[in-house]
């Protein structure tokens, strides 16, 4: 098993990421080009962990440990000498091809280089290293820390040795792997995003106000969250970027953003991060 991991990235996903590894036993090299991200990233992580031991999850003995595992860098360099780098970065195309150019030429020559992409093709990524077999998608669900999910998706050249790795890791950091096939979305999206779309369309329509729909789903359909809600939770421009996604790879119109998604990400309301969205925070 590697005993040493990197995670590019210390946004909400990337010092998620950096936690559940770290809380196993692994060393953690959390790498993000701004101190002051990295800063940010080590305190969540910090208020997530007193979180668990209020809870009663972890003992409050761990937490100094489990901090200490992980290191935040600046540099790429930091990823030498890991066998697995999870790139946690923006839902951007362009953004993750370059990180996957620049981690291929500076990782070891075994580590496997997984993206933790919500829906952009894996094959693409991988298509971008000169080892396409070492490279897979490592889809885990916000919050990290709380959801048991990692969605392992192969591309169409992962190796089947990476991806029994992959899921062995990932059953290592007490997560439930579930493999799938590297298609626009791939199950988690694809099935969310259109719901969460109609959502946006009943209320640009009149249908219900905000809370009633997501009352209908939460109350109706036994969902711990509304659609809406969840929208503002995973950020508007996230939303819009992989409905895109859908639309543009499998050209369907039944995966065309609601305009008043759009709008929202146009007038900056994104949901939590910025206050604003279907909600205000």
Not at 111 to 120: D, E, G, R, V, Y
Not at 193 to 212: L, R
Request: glycine share 8%; charged share 20%.
């Amino acid at each position: 098993m590697a005993e040493r991991v990197a995670v590019i990235g210390a946004g909400q996903m990337g010092n998620g990421i950096a936690h559940v590894f770290a809380q196993s036993g692994f060393d953690v090299a959390m790498v993000d080009v701004s101190p002051s991200a990295l800063e940010r990233g080590k305190a969540t992580i910090a208020s997530n962990l007193d979180r668990q031991i209020k809870k009663g999850t972890l003992q409050a003995a761990e937490k100094e440990a489990i901090l200490g595992r992980v290191a935040t860098e600046q540099s790429l360099e930091a990823i030498r000498g890991a066998a697995l780098v999870v790139e946690a970065a923006t839902e951007n195309r362009d953004l993750k091809f370059r990180i996957f150019t620049d981690i291929d030429a500076m990782a070891d020559a075994g580590a496997i280089l997984a993206t933790n992409t919500s829906s952009i093709s894996i094959t693409e990524i991988a298509a971008r290293t000169k080892r396409p077999e070492n490279v897979i998608g490592m889809h885990f669900m916000n919050p990290v820390p709380v959801m048991q999910l990692v969605e392992v998706i192969r591309g169409l050249a992962t190796s089947n040795e990476t991806t029994q790795r992959v899921l062995a890791l990932s059953k290592a950091v007490g997560k439930t792997p579930v493999e799938v096939q590297d298609y626009p979305g791939f199950v988690a999206n694809r099935i969310l995003m259109p719901m969460i779309n109609e959502a946006i369309y009943c209320f640009m329509e009149g249908v219900g106000s905000a809370e009633s729909i997501d009352t209908v789903m939460k109350l109706g359909m036994n969902h711990p969250m509304g659609p809406l809600a969840l929208a503002d939770l995973i950020g508007l421009d996230t939303c819009l970027a992989i409905l895109e996604v859908l639309h543009d790879g499998l050209g369907d119109p039944k995966y065309r953003p609601c305009p008043l998604l759009r709008k929202y990400v146009a007038a900056g309301w994104l949901g939590r991060k910025s206050k604003r969205g279907f909600f205000a925070y």
